[in-house]
């Protein structure tokens, strides 16, 4: 039915008179069927742009009226759905189709309520550790044994991580390596840097196994350790990570403290899209607003490296289980069943090296949904006969539904619609205004807010295409999981090696550049023949036609991402400092910029290529150098630091600052990055 809207100017409260003579100041504004449903999109869009001047996200009784009231759109979205937009019930195609997706994004959408109750809430723990810091008064200081897990890293990735973790500033500590690949020459740096290397004779339980191991080692020592801080092997602590994670052990409730994963480096989405400078890396939500949310409701997870945990919380539990390629998140169920709490600190107290291929981030996520599909399954899932507490069971089934709902139902989004234009199947019998006062009023909050929330993190079409990227064999693990839970082995997440090539991950690509393609055609179809022009879903063409659109869009970014470009650079000081560069026997004061452990530009001094000398820089000492190409207002030099320099520029790096990377969006920034890449510009970002 056509909704009119009309106005008339001059009429007030219940005076119903038009004012001169009869006739209205003004003629009637009449809106179509669109424009009244984008009403209510608008007016909430309108509000929601206000929400960033008078919402403070600390603050639980603002978050609530947000989330609650994006509860009561998804509900009102979902009941226009299920009553309003699916075909009639019978032997169809058209039935078959669209009650299938419905049934996906229905289960997508109970995750998204989940989600909404979990982030009502939110806990910040710094003031907390500055009150408790040193709580243990005049007694000794607690030892912590820091365990740093190997499998087959090189050099450069394990030297960073111990050389961070000998500056650790707590004098009570000793660094252990744990060799699951027993080589002798890392046994060998072990023994000249003064670190205690263990090995085992078995790989037997992977990584949890290689930590328990270390374990039964270190109890039988004449004084064994209180804590047992967990790093991976590419994962380089800051100074302070000891002395601030201790902190919140004053409680003697708390089993294990968990710290958010930061990286160095672009995940593969920043790096092959070009936005590592004004883009987050994928996991910046999860680690700086679900977990601090999580921390809220008590539910806080374990994510295996930047962690510490109390040893007679272990004791308690039988160590770290096996039952799971999850062990991490096992782990947190195990503590809580013995009535140990899992606390999280929201500090960036440890950096490391996010995966640097699409293959490497792939595999490490389908690791992970399906270790949790094994914990599902396992005595300990959310309908099993354990002690856990409700709230636990709800943590788990929150993440399970993010593993099976919503992974599954993007790859759907993307399918469904090709139904409609190849075979005239109706998946979704929907009007324009519809769509706009239900669908869009729904997406419009739901976004607004949690950018509003998570500084801008949900970016969208970025957002879809860094779920989607893993998406089937994320959906693949999460099934194969749940059927067969047992006698998978634990992949390991490769990390270095050669990233110096373009490299097109076909693999990856094949299934969405079919697709795009598919759609490409689709559209094409629909648009140029009348043979597959129809008309008869709702407003015909136009909500499926919008729909596609969007999906090509996706699928040209998600195709482009699948290139992998090449990488050089590890770390850069992205802040330009003072240094003293020697040449010919005269000092000279230069700016450094750009530097790296082994290269850097100069500026304020010309010298011609292949000039040596020593460059004095702070907190490392006299680096040789030699110019490798002069610019206008300096060059660019090689540095050839020694393996004590090469230690000082480590810890310099990587063990001190604040976070390194992005932890906002930059929108403008963020437009130019993409513009620059899809004009095909492969420089480096």
């Known amino acids: 039915m056509t909704v009119a809207r009309w106005i008339w100017s001059g009429t007030f409260g219940n005076d119903r008179r038009p004012a001169r003579l009869g006739r209205p100041l003004m003629p009637p504004v009449f809106l179509g069927d669109a424009a009244s449903g984008a009403i209510p999109m608008l007016l909430v869009l309108g509000l929601a742009i206000l929400l960033p001047l008078i919402i403070d996200p600390s603050r639980t009784s603002h978050r609530v ?8 759109l998804a509900l009102r979205y979902a009941w226009w759905r299920l009553t309003e937009t699916i075909a009639p019930i019978g032997w169809t195609w058209d039935f078959a189709a669209s009650w299938s997706l419905a049934a996906f994004e229905m289960a997508a959408l109970l995750g998204s309520l989940s989600g909404f109750v979990l982030m009502s809430r939110v806990r910040q723990r710094t003031a907390e550790v500055e009150r408790h810091r040193g709580w243990w008064g005049d007694a000794p200081l607690p030892r912590v044994a820091i365990l740093i897990a190997t499998y087959n890293e090189s050099l450069e990735v394990l030297e960073r991580t111990i050389v961070g973790a000998l500056a650790l500033n707590h004098p009570a500590k000793e660094v252990v390596v744990l060799d699951d690949g027993r080589r002798d020459w890392l046994h060998d740096y072990c023994n000249r840097q003064g670190v205690r290397y263990l090995r085992r004779a078995d ?5 949890a196994g290689n930590i328990n191991a270390a374990l039964q080692v270190l109890r039988s020592d004449p004084t064994p350790p209180e804590f047992i801080a967990v790093l991976d092997a590419d994962f380089v602590p800051h100074r302070g990570f000891i002395s601030r994670s201790l902190a919140l052990f004053h409680d003697p409730t708390v089993g294990l403290v968990q710290t958010p994963q930061h990286f160095f480096n672009a995940d593969p989405i920043q790096h092959n899209l070009g936005l590592s400078r004004s883009y987050p ?41 096996t039952d799971s390629v999850t062990e991490d998140f096992l782990l947190t169920v195990v503590l809580q069943t013995a009535g140990y709490q899992t606390v999280y600190l929201n500090e960036p107290l440890t950096e490391g090296l996010a995966p640097e291929g699409l293959k490497e981030y792939v595999t490490q996520r389908a690791r992970w949904c399906l270790g949790q599909m094994q914990i599902v399954r396992s005595r300990f899932g959310p309908l099993g006969m ?18 099976v709902a919503s992974f599954p139902f993007r790859i759907a989004a993307l399918v469904y619609p090709l139904l409609y234009w190849f075979f005239n199947i109706t998946v979704v019998d929907a009007e324009v205004a519809d769509v706009l006062s239900y669908f869009g009023t729904y997406f419009v909050w739901v976004t607004m807010v949690m950018n509003t929330l998570s500084r801008g993190l949900i970016v969208p079409v970025i957002h879809d295409v860094s779920q989607l990227l893993g998406a089937i064999p994320i959906t693949r693990a999460a099934f194969v999981g749940l059927l067969r839970p047992r006698g998978h082995p634990f992949s390991v997440t490769a990390k270095g090696g050669d990233r110096s090539q373009v490299t097109v991950q076909w693999s990856l690509m094949f299934p969405y550049l079919c697709l795009l393609v598919l759609t490409l055609v689709g559209l094409s179809l629909g648009i140029m023949f009348d043979s597959f022009a129809f008309y008869d879903a709702g407003d015909g063409k136009s909500v499926i036609l919008f729909w596609t659109i969007y999906n090509a869009i996706v699928l040209a970014v998600l195709v482009i991402a699948c290139v992998e470009l090449p990488r050089n650079e590890r770390h850069i000081a992205d802040k330009p400092e003072r240094a003293i560069f020697v040449a010919e026997g005269k000092p000279g004061r ?5 530097m790296t452990q082994n290269s850097a530009r100069i500026r304020g001094q010309v010298h011609p290529a292949g000039t040596r000398g020593l460059m004095r820089i702070r907190e490392v000492g006299d680096v040789p150098a030699i110019v490798l190409e002069p610019t206008i207002d300096g060059g660019r030099v090689a540095l050839l630091p020694n393996e004590e320099q090469q230690h000082n ?3 310099r790096f990587y063990t001190e600052g604040e976070a390194p990377g992005v932890i906002a969006v930059k929108s403008t920034a963020l437009l130019n990055d993409l513009a620059r890449r899809f004009s095909f510009s492969w420089g480096r970002p």
């Open 65 to 72: 009226p947000l989330f609650l009231v994006a509860g009561i």
């Open 203 to 207: 790989n037997k339980g992977s990584k």
């Open 281 to 321: 890396d994928e996991q910046r939500f999860f680690f700086d607003h679900m977990q601090p949310s999580r921390d809220a409701w008590g539910i806080a997870i374990c994510c295996g490296t930047s962690s510490m945990v109390r040893l007679a919380a272990l004791d308690a539990v039988g160590d770290f289980p």
């Open 386 to 403: 354990s002690t856990l507490r409700l709230r636990d069971r709800w943590s788990m089934l929150d993440a399970t539904l993010y593993w």
């Open 590 to 594: 230069v700016w450094l910029v750009g």
């Open 649 to 651: 520029f480590m810890r």
